[in-house]
């Protein structure tokens, strides 16, 4: 907790929470997201926590699509997304390829351009978003779009 307290702190820094309440009851937090910028334009989600209590309802969807949006705020060239392949997160695989992200062909060129500290720690794939002119599907269910 002092850790995401400390990165809540630095202006180079997004976290957000997500509760969920729906016909069902009251989920409680059921994620958390970070994402790190750099100074050249590059938005690094290095943390997306989802429970799995939730998963599939399309939630994760909104999601993404939140931490894209603070990310165009800061007016962000790249996105990356730092992948973990624990053999049991295929889901998550899934979800980064059907929502436009792919394996990044460049992310030790961009990663290169930056002090790596200043993005967070890449433990897996970097996968990258295309193009930051980006349609999320599913947002109809919680945007009422």
């Known amino acids: 907790m002092a850790e995401l307290t400390s990165q809540n702190s630095d202006?180079?820094?997004?976290?957000?929470?997500v509760q969920l309440s729906d016909n069902y009851g009251d989920?409680?937090?059921?994620?958390?997201?970070?994402?790190?910028?750099?100074?050249?334009?590059?938005?690094?989600?290095?943390?997306?926590?989802?429970?799995c209590r939730v998963l599939g309802r399309k939630l994760e969807s909104w999601i993404l699509n939140e931490a894209l949006k603070l990310a165009k705020q800061r007016s962000v060239?790249?996105?990356?997304?730092?992948?973990?392949?624990?053999?049991r997160n295929s889901?998550?695989?899934?979800?980064?390829?059907?929502?436009?992200?792919?394996?990044?062909?460049?992310?030790?060129?961009?990663?290169?351009t930056v002090n790596q500290?200043?993005?967070?720690?890449q433990e897996g794939i970097l996968y990258e978003?295309?193009?930051?002119?980006?349609?999320?599907?599913?947002?109809?269910?919680y945007d009422g779009t």
């Open 27 to 51: 989920h409680g937090l059921i994620a958390l997201v970070g994402i790190h910028y750099a100074p050249v334009n590059i938005a690094f989600i290095d943390t997306f926590l989802m429970s």
């Open 77 to 87: 060239e790249h996105v990356l997304v730092d992948f973990i392949d624990t053999g």
């Open 11 to 17: 202006p180079n820094v997004d976290l957000f929470l």
């Open 117 to 121: 500290k200043a993005l967070g720690k």
């Open 129 to 141: 978003l295309a193009s930051m002119s980006f349609e999320i599907p599913n947002l109809e269910i």
């Open 91 to 112: 889901i998550a695989k899934d979800f980064l390829v059907t929502h436009g992200l792919s394996p990044s062909n460049r992310s030790n060129q961009l990663l290169q």
